[in-house]
């Protein structure tokens, strides 16, 4: 592979990356001052934050690799819809409680184990940002996990909406683990690990957490993909016109 192949690959994959991380983070800002306690207010917040400094790191990234010289802000505020490239799965609406914790189980796993490979990656900035970034998502994995136990063992009313939250999220988890050219290629030069070689250890991480919280595996009967190439929910027209509305507003505008 040349250089400037392996240049814009690797700017995919962290636009891939840093989109998950932007568009998850504003989802989880919008239960600020609208947790169950101000703890979780507190913590939820704590978890946004992370999510966007992975995400401005991972955008900035991809800018000067992909030769466009785009800063974070150009990704986050200049694109339209089906320019993102995040996963389906973090632009879903929170729902209740119960759902963003299912959310945010699945997603926190699944990046832990992928940011934990990257410290491995043959390029050092991509190394530098898995291991950075793992020791957060250890963290917010260990966070959803304890409430998934805490809801899943409580009372026969938080048993069930969080069993419903499993299932509402379930079909979004298998384009997580997605192979294509992209990911072929950046596993065969060593640059990242191949998705679909995370699933089997998130579904045994999985079943370990709710199996403790005396909860069932979800089998869905379908499973949502297109994200990746520009694939949008319902959902996320509205997510991005709260997300840009500033910006539009006042373009060029700064603090």
């Given at each position: 592979?040349?250089?400037?192949?392996?240049?814009s690959?690797v700017?995919?994959?962290?636009?891939?990356l840093?989109?998950?991380?932007?568009?998850?983070?504003?989802?989880?800002?919008e239960?600020?001052?609208?947790?169950?306690?101000?703890?979780?207010?507190?913590?939820?917040a704590?978890?946004?934050l992370?999510?966007?400094?992975h995400a401005?790191?991972?955008l900035?990234?991809?800018?000067?690799?992909?030769g466009t010289?785009?800063?974070?802000d150009?990704?986050?505020?200049r694109?339209?819809?089906?320019?993102?490239?995040?996963?389906?799965?973090?632009?879903?609406p929170?729902?209740?409680?119960?759902?963003t914790?299912?959310r945010?189980?699945v997603?926190?796993?699944?990046?832990?184990?992928?940011?934990?490979?990257?410290?491995?990656?043959t390029?050092?900035?991509?190394?530098?940002?898995?291991?950075?970034?793992?020791?957060?998502?250890?963290?917010h994995?260990?966070h959803?996990?304890?409430?998934?136990?805490r809801?899943?063992?409580?009372?026969?009313?938080?048993?069930?909406?969080?069993?419903?939250?499993l299932?509402?999220?379930w079909p979004?988890?298998t384009?997580?683990?997605?192979?294509d050219d992209?990911?072929?290629?950046?596993e065969?030069?060593?640059?990242?690990?191949?998705?679909?070689?995370?699933?089997?250890?998130?579904?045994?991480e999985?079943?370990?957490v709710?199996q403790?919280?005396?909860?069932?595996?979800?089998?869905p009967?379908?499973?949502?993909t297109?994200?990746?190439?520009?694939l949008r929910t319902?959902?996320?027209g509205p997510l991005?016109?709260?997300?840009?509305?500033?910006?539009?507003?006042?373009?060029?505008?700064?603090?």
């Amino acid at each position: 592979m040349t250089t400037s192949h392996l240049a814009s690959d690797v700017a995919g994959f962290a636009l891939r990356l840093g989109d998950d991380a932007l568009i998850l983070s504003q989802r989880l800002c919008e239960w600020v001052a609208a947790a169950p306690s101000i703890e979780e207010d507190l913590a939820l917040a704590n978890i946004a934050l992370d999510l966007l400094g992975h995400a401005r790191t991972l955008l900035s990234y991809s800018g000067e690799l992909d030769g466009t010289g785009r800063s974070e802000d150009d990704f986050a505020y200049r694109r339209t819809a089906a320019e993102f490239r995040n996963s389906l799965l973090v632009e879903l609406p929170n729902g209740d409680f119960a759902v963003t914790i299912a959310r945010q189980l699945v997603y926190s796993t699944y990046s832990r184990l992928l940011c934990s490979g990257l410290r491995n990656s043959t390029d050092s900035v991509l190394a530098g940002i898995g291991n950075r970034a793992a020791i957060d998502l250890e963290y917010h994995t260990m966070h959803a996990a304890q409430w998934t136990v805490r809801l899943g063992r409580g009372t026969a009313e938080s048993r069930h909406r969080m069993q419903a939250g499993l299932d509402k999220v379930w079909p979004y988890a298998t384009e997580l683990f997605e192979a294509d050219d992209l990911t072929e290629r950046l596993e065969a030069d060593r640059t990242a690990t191949n998705p679909a070689r995370l699933e089997g250890p998130w579904e045994q991480e999985m079943a370990a957490v709710l199996q403790d919280a005396q909860l069932v595996v979800p089998t869905p009967a379908w499973h949502a993909t297109g994200g990746r190439s520009g694939l949008r929910t319902q959902a996320f027209g509205p997510l991005l016109a709260d997300f840009q509305a500033l910006h539009q507003h006042y373009p060029g505008g700064t603090w």
